[in-house]
């Protein structure tokens, strides 16, 4: 049983660039959130996305976007890339419906943005 | 909104018990995650409280207090490999199960 997997593992950037970020979700999840984690913080969601719609969206500016697919995986798309942006992105799945389900988090993508 | 608050540091021995505690203020409430994340890894999951009490698993587990906003994760006979950031979360029930972390603990266990 596939846990969740996210590609790249580590990107590098400039800044003004565009990165689009993957996620597969754990079988028989259909659920996925996203979320920032800085050096030394606890991780900060982005959004969360079910049914192919975005669920719920967190404290980000609309340089940060997502979609699902049918299948149930997930991108992260971040547009004009800052130097802040620089972190570990986490995707967590979970099954959706109903809130009370623990999600389970990938490897995560470290993206640095130089 | 929520509020998460835990210590930055601990340090404990070998074999020891543990107790990392974890205040919250919320607007909702669906429950308490605790999980552990070692250095340049993802979160594991490790315990989830939603109603009052203790929930044990194995040499750890976790208390809830839903009207003192408090939880603890307990950690007993501890290992080396133990050495990890711990973090407290909180799902918001009005948030369509948003989840909102603390800055972690980061535990160091000592021969």
């Known amino acids: 049983d596939a846990g969740v997997t996210q590609s790249p593992t580590h990107l590098i950037k400039t800044r003004g660039q565009q990165v689009t970020l993957r996620c597969s979700p754990k079988s028989g999840h259909d659920t996925v959130s996203w979320y920032q984690q800085a050096l030394g913080q606890g991780p900060q969601f982005i959004f969360q996305y079910y049914e192919e719609e975005e669920r719920q969206r967190g404290n980000f500016p609309d340089r940060f976007s997502g979609h699902q697919f049918p299948n149930y995986s997930s991108e992260l798309n971040v547009n004009a890339l800052l130097l802040g942006d620089s972190a570990l992105y986490l995707c967590a799945s979970s099954w959706g419906a109903l809130y009370q389900e623990t999600q389970y988090f990938g490897p995560g993508t470290r993206l640095l943005v130089l | 909104g929520q509020n998460i608050d835990q210590p930055t540091e601990m340090t404990a021995t070998e074999g020891a018990i543990v107790q990392i505690n974890c205040t919250y203020q919320t607007s909702g409430f669906n429950g308490l995650f605790w999980y552990q994340q070692h250095a340049g890894e993802a979160p594991t999951f490790l315990s989830y409280?939603?109603?009052?009490g203790l929930e044990e698993k194995g040499r750890f587990s976790s208390f809830l207090s839903r009207s003192k906003g408090y939880s603890y994760l307990l950690l007993k006979e501890l290992q080396m490999k133990d050495s990890a950031s711990y973090l407290c979360?909180?799902?918001?029930?009005?948030?369509?199960?948003?989840?909102?972390f603390g800055d972690g603990t980061t535990l160091t266990v000592k021969p």
């Open positions: 409280n939603v109603l009052d």
């Open positions: 979360a909180v799902r918001d029930q009005s948030n369509a199960g948003k989840s909102t």
